[in-house]
T-cell receptor, first 113, second 113 residues
Framework: GDSVTQKQGQVTLSEDDFLFINCTYS??????LFWYVQYPGQGPQLLLK?????NKGISRGFEATYDKGTTSFHLQKASVQESDSAVYFC????????????FGIGTRVLVRP | EAAVTQSPRNKVTVTGGNVTLSCRQT?????MYWYRQDTGHGLRLIHY???????QIGDVPDGYKATRTTQEDFFLLLELASPSQTSLYFC????????????FGPGTRLTVL
């Protein structure tokens, strides 16, 4: 079945550090890939989405590139702020499965001032 | 602005109890979803619906029923609650389009003693 793997449970950074979160996926189709972010006490919200292989998604200073060759969709940001502290979820929709999202387990990012 | 509301926000019940979680969306979206969020598992889909009267089985449906009474309202029913159902529950909605953004509610924290 379809799956998304995030191996980092928690990442701790200082302000202005570089953020990199690993995400790899497994599916038999050509998926659409998402990053959702969940701030404390809130539901997840869409951060960015990419529908075409080798395309890049950019939002709020974050970027992720859909790499079909390595089946990866890593998230990065050049300089984090304390307000970026949140849980980040990688997710996919297989093209044949409509709106049914498969989420990774999430990576908690803590940014210290 | 998309709006998804959930009630109650917190609920404590005992093993064997009967619980109903409510969700309402004012986005005029066709799809609605119920997820549970647990540490180490991320978000897992319980049930979803693409319109009033429709119900689709998700990935972790055991012990849960759901009912979509109108386009706006989606309910999750736990008829014999168990401690394993202690979790944070999220409702979400999305449009018809195949890979549309999902809009999440604020969540309901359920504790089964």
């Amino acid at each position: 079945g379809d799956s998304v793997t995030q191996k980092q449970g928690q990442v701790t950074l200082s302000e202005d550090d570089f953020l990199f979160i690993n995400c790899t996926y497994s599916t038999t189709t050509y998926p659409t890939l998402f990053w959702y972010v969940q701030y404390p006490g809130q539901g997840p919200q869409l951060l960015l989405k990419v529908t075409t292989a080798n395309n890049k998604g950019i939002s709020r200073g974050f970027e992720a590139t859909y790499d079909k060759g390595t089946t990866s969709f890593h998230l990065q940001k050049a300089s984090v702020q304390e307000s970026d502290s949140a849980v980040y979820f990688c997710a996919l929709v297989p093209n044949s499965a409509g709106n049914k999202l498969t989420f990774g387990i999430g990576t908690r990012v803590l940014v210290r001032p | 602005e998309a709006a998804v509301t959930q009630s109650p926000r917190n609920k404590v019940t005992v093993t064997g109890g009967n619980v109903t979680l409510s969700c309402r969306q004012t986005n005029s979206h066709n799809y609605m979803y119920w997820y549970r969020q647990d540490t180490g598992h991320g978000l897992r889909l319980i049930h979803y619906s693409y319109g009033a009267g429709n119900l689709q089985i998700g990935d972790v449906p055991d012990g849960y029923k759901a009912t979509r009474t109108t386009q706006e309202d989606f309910f999750l029913l736990l008829e014999l609650a168990s401690p394993s159902q202690t979790s944070l529950y999220f409702c979400a909605s999305s449009d018809w389009t195949g890979v549309a953004e999902q809009f999440f509610g604020p969540g309901t924290r359920l504790t089964v003693l």
